[in-house]
């Protein structure tokens, strides 16, 4: 599969678009939050990797520039990600080789003040691919996604929600 590393940006008010510098890594079926400031393209697959990135990179517009965000503590693609208005929070998805992928033990956070990922509590729900989460101001809904298996991939139909500790 090509990869390509450009990127462009719309303006909704001018309904132009501009041409954005390369991304320094690139990658496919990587998840993107806006965090207010930057966009967050976390995880995915690197050009000509055997499996998903456990890196993820950050796009300010302001600056017009790319910075390398630290290495989650496993690789991730079909994971789904919300932005709390503090910190990104990613649960699900793949990790692996694509011959031998297993589902991430427990989602982790990144928090941009500290720059750093870590872990968060094991969830009630069986680990899953593609699942679709939301962000609702106070707690993170995770619903749906699929449920590897040995004969065939299995759709979920539940969910749970998480509620990130208070400052």
């Known amino acids: 599969m090509q990869v390509f590393a450009d990127a462009a940006a719309y303006n909704p ?36 990797a055997r499996g998903p990135s456990a890196d993820a990179v950050a796009f300010n517009p302001a600056t017009g520039h790319w910075r390398r965000l630290p290495g989650m503590e496993f690789s991730r693609r079909g994971f789904a ?7 990104a929070l990613v649960w699900g998805g793949l990790t ?3 011959q031998d992928q297993k589902i991430p033990p427990h989602g982790v956070a990144y928090d941009p003040a500290a720059n750093r990922w870590s872990a968060m509590p094991m969830a009630p729900l ?35 929600a998480y509620r990130p500790a208070s400052r």
């Open 13 to 48: 008010a001018t309904r132009t678009w501009r041409k954005l510098p390369p991304m320094p890594e690139p990658r496919w079926g990587a998840t993107a939050v806006w965090d207010g400031t930057e966009a967050l393209f976390i995880g995915g697959t690197l050009a000509d």
């Open 81 to 87: 990600a919300v932005w709390t208005g503090r910190q």
């Open 96 to 98: 692996g080789s694509f």
């Open 126 to 160: 069986r680990g899953r691919s593609n699942p679709t989460a939301v962000w609702t101001g106070r707690q993170m809904i995770v619903w749906g996604g699929t449920i590897p298996g040995t004969q065939k991939n299995t759709p979920a139909t539940d969910g749970a």
